[in-house]
């Protein structure tokens, strides 16, 4: 569940890379961490764009919840999205992509990291960095999933870069 760096080593931005050692810095003795286990004064440098989305079971399927979205996601959306269901933010064709991620973390219990467009009006400038890390109340289930994103603009992603080679088309 929690063995290896390999994920650590595909992040590209050191943005994703401190959530994710701060996270594994929370799993002990094999265990997910709990919500509780993560101190907002330990990431407040990444506030803005720290959510915690609840795994929602609903038959037949999974269905995501924002629990807390920080205040970075309000330019993406133009509008608070805590308290809404994945599916039902303007971000068109990304919902499934979305679903997709939600539910391999949840059922696998690994985190995951990537990159995608946002799929948000007005949005299509940015490349979304982005990382899904497990929470359990019990330490085996997921009940709720921290996610970081870091948005950058196509035309500044070289900068943001220490191996360009790592992205390609």
């Not at 807390?68 to 805590?82: C, R």
């Amino acid at each position: 569940m929690l063995a290896g760096t390999a994920l650590r080593h595909q992040m590209i931005l050191p943005q994703q890379q401190f959530v994710y050692d701060y996270w594994r810095s929370k799993c002990r003795g094999g265990r997910l961490p709990c919500r509780a286990d993560i101190d907002p004064a330990d990431i407040c440098e990444h506030l803005p764009m720290i959510s915690v989305i609840e795994a929602c079971e609903m038959s037949p399927t999974l269905r995501f919840k924002y629990r807390l979205a920080g205040t970075g996601f309000w330019p993406m959306f133009e509008d608070e999205i805590s308290g809404r269901y994945i599916d039902e933010l303007p971000i068109g064709n990304r919902r499934d992509y979305w679903h997709r991620v939600l539910t391999r973390v949840t059922e696998l219990r690994r985190p995951s990291a990537g990159v995608t467009k946002p799929g948000t009006p007005m949005r299509g400038h940015l490349a979304q960095f982005w990382i899904r890390l497990p929470l359990s109340d019990d330490g085996v289930n997921v009940t709720s999933i921290l996610g970081f994103d870091h948005l950058v603009k196509y035309s500044e992603l070289e900068q943001y870069l220490v191996e360009p080679e790592k992205i390609s088309a």
